[in-house]
């Protein structure tokens, strides 16, 4: 005689859709406690790796969007420092100004005044530094930002050379050391020697010295709007980023996170099914138990 025991078909078919509710109740409070409808490759390999590459690109774009804000940082720091610049050149003008019409002892006074404040100049230039990167005090400076990995989109901002001793002595280079007049000690020797030597019949070596100031001024100006115009483009460009980091994320998360509200629907709607197919099982049940009655 057989041991085995032997559910009739509605049994067996009620008992399925319960093992099956079941399933999908575990798979929905699953999604609700982790809150992602896909954890793995085994739970939808496409949607996995498609969600894992837009975050990694985003990651990727997070990273530049970084290196972008301290760019910005950078030519920020280097257009105050061209700020400063100016103003101290045009104190430099104020005081040979000055001196065309002084006493010798002024102008002695004024050729001191004058060197300290070349020689502070130089050390504001040198001071102007942002992690490492002068921008003001080197033709030979480069910040460099690179945008995309998947891309060859480079900015390339070359340095300037605004110390006064550069400026004053030079013509070659970019930026300030495109102008060229006496070394700021000679300058200042004219001033304290108050010789009113010229260059031409109407121009002295005080007016000389006063029109260069005032055309390093124009170059350095022009520099500064240069910088400024970079800072511009790299918070436009920092903006965009931030702004597709956000779309990239948002495409990852379509992908896999799951709709807490559309998942909390399916489990009511599941737990309610377990319930009528309980009922349909005890039915069943108590069917096949009437039909063993005839035998007894």
């Known amino acids: 005689m057989s041991s085995n025991v032997i559910l009739g078909t509605a049994t067996q078919q009620n008992l399925l859709a319960l093992q099956q509710i079941t399933k999908q109740q575990d798979t ?8 992602l409808k896909v954890a793995s490759a085994i739970d939808d390999a496409v949607s996995f790796f ?22 910005i940082s950078s030519l920020t720091t280097a257009t105050q420092a061209v700020q400063s610049v100016v103003s101290l050149l045009q104190q430099l003008q104020g005081i040979v100004s000055s001196a065309k ?3 010798a002892a002024q102008r002695a006074a004024a050729g001191t005044q004058f060197g300290t404040l070349a020689f502070q100049l130089n050390q504001l230039v040198n001071d102007a530094s942002y992690q490492g990167l002068n921008l003001v005090n080197s033709t030979a400076s480069v910040l460099k930002l690179q945008f995309t990995q998947t891309s060859t989109s480079v900015l390339k901002v070359a340095g300037y050379n605004l110390l006064l001793s550069k400026v004053l002595t030079s013509k070659a280079g970019g930026g300030l050391s495109k102008v060229a007049i006496p070394a700021a000690s ?11 030597s010229t260059v031409s019949n109407k121009t002295s070596k005080f007016d000389l010295a006063y029109n260069t100031l005032q055309t390093i001024v124009f170059t350095a100006q022009s520099d500064a709007q240069a910088l400024g115009g970079n800072v511009s483009f790299l ?8 702004q597709y980091v956000t ?4 495409g ?14 399916n489990l009511v709607t599941l737990q309610t099914r377990q319930q009528l197919s309980i009922q349909s099982l005890s039915i069943a049940t108590q069917a096949e138990q009437s039909v063993l009655r005839l035998f007894h």
């Open 28 to 35: 929905a409070q699953n999604h609700l406690a982790t809150g």
């Open 50 to 71: 498609q969600s894992q590459s837009l975050q990694n690109r985003a990651t990727d774009v997070t990273t530049r969007n970084n290196a972008i804000d301290q760019g």
């Open 101 to 103: 019409t002084e006493t």
């Open 186 to 196: 000679k300058l200042a020797s004219i001033l304290a020697s108050g010789k009113f």
């Open 235 to 242: 918070q436009t460009r920092l903006s965009f980023g931030q």
């Open 247 to 250: 779309t990239l994320q948002g």
């Open 252 to 265: 990852s998360n379509k992908l896999v996170v799951a709709d807490v509200n559309l998942e909390s629907t």
